[in-house]
């Protein structure tokens, strides 16, 4: 029954107005900013792990032909 009472007298001074729009675009771009990041390093991870693997390839370094022995 306080609970009650307490909620009716936040809602009579105006303490909950419901969800900002703004804050709400504003929260979803920063989350999908910081999520395209992540993808966009892990991006850039792979493409660096491909070219050390060609550039070990043409240096004869590494061969992906099995030997025989």
Same mark, same amino acid.
């Given at each position: 029954?306080? %609970? !009650?009472?307490? !909620?009716?007298? !936040? $809602? =009579?001074?105006?303490? @909950? =107005?419901?969800?900002?729009?703004? *804050?709400?675009?504003?929260?979803?771009?920063s989350?999908?900013?910081?999520?395209?990041?992540?993808?966009k390093? @892990? @991006?850039?991870?792979?493409? *660096? $792990?491909? *070219? %050390?693997?060609?550039?070990?390839? %043409? $240096?004869g370094?590494?061969? /992906?032909? /099995? %030997?025989?022995?």
């Amino acid at each position: 029954m306080v %609970e !009650v009472v307490l !909620v009716l007298q !936040v $809602r =009579k001074m105006g303490g @909950h =107005k419901g969800p900002s729009i703004i *804050k709400e675009i504003i929260y979803g771009m920063s989350i999908g900013l910081a999520a395209g990041l992540l993808w966009k390093m @892990h @991006h850039w991870n792979n493409q *660096k $792990r491909t *070219k %050390e693997f060609y550039n070990l390839l %043409e $240096r004869g370094d590494i061969s /992906v032909v /099995v %030997e025989d022995e």
